[in-house]
């Protein structure tokens, strides 16, 4: 082969790798640091987005307020946070993202720890609670104070980290903490306090803490379909999940920092993976909203209470079912 057919082939070679990279549809992922989003690099190791030209890349960034911004700039496609964080300040009905998927629900990774003083939530009332503002546990907390004829106005909010759990129980003035996994069974377990425990998490309240999946309005106006194969992805990812559960907490365990014991111990009592047919259970299908517009209303309503939010959005307006409609169809 001389030069010149060499030099040819090459071309030929680097033209059809530029059109392969060409047609790979961006999805650019921003997520909390939560194992309730690794079916996102289950997708990605196992090879689904790339059979469906996906170019999809993920990074984590716990703030909400960052997230946001990143995608009203357009640094982003997707986002993935709970119902409850999603309509929290500054959101009003013009920011950018619409929810066109679930990806998990807590089943006991959320809740409000305490000591043996505190028998229920009624006896915290005039009492030093702490929490960080707008993370599920202290929408689960304001649930059962409802529940009880109490506010969060009836307590002494103290507001944290979440990260600073174990540290702030050791302070006994505080009666209770609402946080999460795995600060609360930290806490809990290497507490002096007599009778340290969980006083409710969000296995009470079975399918009020939902991870959304996120979308960005224009592009996914643009380019339907490449969310729909996004979708599939997950949905395959969390079937892979629930047949191989060992193959799956030794794929996932390095980009979380955590061992495949960890991931296993988090994943079977915190959280459950929510595959399609549960997902459209949540989502409905054909404009039809499912159970997560009444979820959507009860949050919006705790969130107003509680000054989580300003604006009260409207279910119908803010979940897209269309493209989920579309996941899985014959």
Not at 134 to 139: D, G, Q, T
Not at 303 to 311: K, P, R, S, V, Y
Request: charged share 25%; with cysteine; aromatic share 6%.
């Amino acid at each position: 082969m001389n030069r010149l057919t060499k030099l040819a082939c090459i071309a030929t070679i680097l033209s059809s790798t530029a059109s392969f990279a060409d047609a790979a549809e961006q999805i650019r992922v921003l997520t909390p640091t939560w194992l309730g989003f690794a079916p996102v690099h289950v997708a990605m190791k196992n090879g689904c987005f790339e059979k469906r030209d996906l170019d999809v890349s993920m990074k984590f960034e716990d703030d909400l307020a960052n997230v946001m911004a990143a995608m009203s700039r357009g640094d982003i496609e997707i986002q993935m946070r709970s119902v409850g964080e999603y309509q929290g300040r500054p959101r009003d009905k013009d920011t950018p993202g619409v929810i066109i998927g679930v990806i998990d629900e807590s089943v006991g990774g959320d809740g409000v720890i305490t000591d043996e003083k505190i028998k229920t939530v009624a006896d915290l009332k005039g009492k030093a609670v702490a929490s960080e503002l707008n993370i599920p546990a202290r929408l689960l907390l304001q649930m059962a104070l409802k529940q009880a004829g109490m506010t969060l106005g009836d307590l002494q909010i103290k507001d944290i980290a979440t990260a600073d759990t174990a540290a702030v129980f050791g302070d006994e003035s505080i009666a209770a903490i609402a946080t999460y996994e795995p600060f609360m069974s930290q806490a809990v377990q290497n507490s002096s306090r007599a009778g340290a425990r969980t006083l409710l998490t969000s296995k009470d309240y079975p399918g009020l803490i939902i991870d959304a999946i996120i979308a960005r309005n224009d592009d996914l106006k643009a380019s339907p379909k490449k969310y729909a194969d996004f979708l599939a992805c997950i949905y395959e990812a969390i079937d892979f999940i629930k047949a191989e559960p060992g193959q799956f907490a030794e794929m996932v365990a390095p980009e979380f920092g955590l061992t495949a014991d960890e991931v296993t111990g988090v994943v079977s009592g915190s959280l459950a993976y929510t595959d399609l047919a549960t997902a459209k259970g949540y989502m409905g299908t054909d404009g039809k909203l499912g159970k997560l517009g009444d979820i959507f209303n009860t949050l919006m309503d705790l969130n107003l209470e509680n000054g989580a939010a300003d604006t009260k959005l409207v279910a119908t307006d803010q979940i897209d079912n269309s493209i989920i409609s579309t996941v899985g169809a014959k």
